[in-house]
């Protein structure tokens, strides 16, 4: 049998793709066309279902035999060589109708995909007749994990088919037929938990029950939804052509995403002055408005109109309705264009270099979120003798958050707000995080604590904003209950308990020691005095390792222990005939060279015999 010879089953390929046609009233008689059509065993099941006329293109002349003697009409051709819209013209009859064209598997296999569904475009318009294509999925989570492991393995056939010279992703499909003039109106693909590239079994990532295997499958299901898709198997009409992509236009290094209610115009006017003043100017601004009302909506729009002309080309307004907090915060980085993405509310302020703050730990540590110092302050609203309703300062600032992030902590408590973190926006359009807008409240550390095991975090200790804490009125505190506050934060710590955990490096030393002292705490320690220094409280950290290893090795030369049997040694180095040797300076010796000296000491005879002593001591 033929490596394509492939039968038709109701839930294979086959079927999808028949399932797709079924959608579209394919007139009697007219003429099914499926370019690369291989054995073509689906040509029985569309001439008998629909009552069409089958014909086939193929450049495997073993394939197109098999067709014919089954009664069906075929066309030898190459693509890339031959004119396919020629062919198909000469080959029907000329008052031929064409119902639908199939090409299964087949744009993989040329060299330029583009110029072919141009020519099936030429065919089918004049009939209106849909395109059903079916497309192998090189982005398959089984594809995926091994390469990411090193692997890339040809088979004969399937998804890394030998003879493939183009391979998809969904996004590299729907960018496809949309500049080629194919708009999708179904789809049915075909899903497969396991492909044929799912081997060697055992191989940790690529066995989904492994925690590496469960973190790329979160990942990987995050970042679209097409992780167990085996091939793309769409249907699709001819239209227009897109529109040709407009010249490429420099994206700003910041987008800031403000969202408000529009209730306090007053503090959002403040808020754009701190962005107008910034010492660093490449930024733009995306205010999203969240259930405005008429009213509300004039009066933001009024506001970026008295901007200065310079700023105010950088600042748009998006109006979204319905949702709650999460919604206007997941509008607004859907719509940046920046390589990096903040959010504050309309009453938060920043000082002239929030930005450039951003800007230089990018520079610093691209990829990594970004976190600048923040200071607290406490604020009321009061109304002036105008009756305006005016906000002051009720004290000086407060140093209340960390300086430095701690992942750790974070998982107790939010210790970061949000206008003093930016995000690569990366996260959002390629990888597929968002705000959970199953949450009213935490909304913020909810990202905050998904996205920086991956990233990472960079601090700098300077201060860029402030977080005005307002002790009169309405705010998000007094806005929702304890309970919801309880509520959303159980349910972020459910989403992290649920899955693999990548954690920050020094996680490990600091979670032994966590247990230890724990441990302690409860009575439950029992080590022998020897070894407590090497094993309950080793130092991970290269400096602090080295300056103990160092303690240790002094420690054990100049103890009575080691002391007393200094002549024994020498007599027996002068028995075996050894030559003398210096003893090794502390000060020059490496890490690896004080770890062997101190274990030779520990596993000598002259320490064994010693032990005794080291018991009357005690």
Not at 112 to 141: C, E, G, K, W, Y
Not at 303 to 317: C, W, Y
Not at 557 to 578: D, H, P
Request: proline share 4%; net charge negative.
């Amino acid at each position: 049998m033929d490596t394509y010879d492939n039968a038709f089953a109701p839930t294979n390929l086959y079927g999808h793709v028949v399932e797709l046609l079924s959608r579209f009233q394919i007139s009697p008689g007219s003429f099914v066309v499926d370019v690369g059509c291989g054995y073509g065993r689906i040509a029985e099941v569309l001439r008998d279902r629909f009552d069409v006329s089958y014909i086939g293109l193929d450049a495997d002349l073993d394939a197109l035999a098999s067709l014919r003697e089954r009664g069906f009409s075929v066309v030898q051709t190459t693509a890339g060589q031959d004119d396919v819209q020629e062919r198909i013209t000469s080959a029907l009859p000329a008052d031929a109708v064409i119902g639908a064209v199939i090409a299964l598997d087949f744009l993989e296999h040329l060299l330029d995909p583009a110029a072919m569904l141009q020519s099936l475009s030429a065919v089918a318009r004049p009939f209106n007749a849909p395109l059903v294509v079916s497309i192998p999925n090189t982005a398959h989570r089984d594809v995926g994990v091994k390469l990411a492991l090193g692997h890339f393995d040809y088979t004969q056939s399937g998804l890394l088919d030998r003879t493939h010279i183009q391979f998809f992703t969904g996004r590299r499909v729907e960018q496809m037929m949309q500049r080629h003039g194919w708009h999708e109106v179904h789809r049915h693909d075909f899903i497969m938990r396991e492909s044929d590239q799912h081997f060697p079994q055992a191989l940790p990532g690529v066995a989904q029950g492994t925690p590496l295997g469960d973190f790329f499958s979160t990942l990987r299901d995050r970042a679209d939804e097409f992780g167990y898709t085996n091939q793309f198997v769409r249907a699709y009409l001819p239209g227009p052509l897109a529109r040709a992509e407009s010249v490429a236009v420099k994206s700003p290094f910041l987008s800031v995403v403000i969202r408000t209610t529009g209730t306090r115009v007053g503090t959002l006017r403040e808020g754009l002055l701190c962005l107008s003043a910034q010492s660093d100017d490449d930024f733009e601004v995306v205010i999203v408005g969240h259930n405005l009302k008429v009213d509300a909506q004039t009066n933001i729009e009024r506001l970026i109109e008295q901007l200065h002309e310079s700023f105010r080309r950088r600042v748009r307004l998006v109006l979204v309705q319905g949702g709650g907090r999460a919604v206007p915060l997941n509008t607004g980085f859907r719509e940046a264009l920046g390589e990096y993405v903040a959010a504050f509310d309309d009453d938060d302020l920043l000082f002239g270099g929030w930005v450039q703050n951003f800007k230089d730990l990018a520079a610093k540590s691209p990829g990594t979120l970004l976190r600048q110092g923040t200071v607290a302050q406490d604020w009321d609203r009061i109304h002036s003798r105008g009756g305006a309703l005016t906000a002051r300062a009720m004290g000086g600032m407060r140093s209340i958050y960390p300086k430095t992030f701690d992942y750790i902590a974070h998982l107790v408590e939010n210790r970061t707000p949000l206008h003093s973190i930016a995000f690569p926006r990366a996260l959002f359009s390629h990888m597929g995080f968002e705000f959970d807008e199953g949450h009213s409240t935490v909304e913020d550390w909810d990202l905050i604590v998904r996205t920086a095991p991956l990233c990472g975090v960079s601090c700098t200790p300077e201060i860029g904003c402030i977080y005005r804490h307002w002790v009169g009125g309405d705010s998000s505190y007094t806005a929702h209950s304890q309970f919801e506050w309880s509520s959303n934060y159980v349910k972020t710590l459910k989403k992290l308990n649920d899955e693999p955990l990548l954690l920050p490096r020094g996680s490990t030393e600091r979670l032994r020691k966590m247990y230890v002292e724990l441990d302690r705490l409860r009575g439950g320690v029992d080590v022998e005095t020897e070894s407590q220094l090497l094993v309950v409280a080793p130092e991970v950290d290269d400096g602090a390792r080295l300056d103990a290893l160092r303690d240790r090795y002094h420690e054990l030369v100049t103890s009575k222990s080691w002391q007393i049997t200094g002549s024994a040694r020498a007599l027996a180095r002068i028995l075996r005939r050894r030559p003398w040797v210096r003893e090794p300076k502390v000060w020059l010796m490496s890490e690896s060279q004080l770890d062997t000296q101190i274990r030779l000491i520990l596993h000598s005879p002259w320490w064994r015999w010693t032990r005794i002593l080291r018991g009357v001591r005690r």
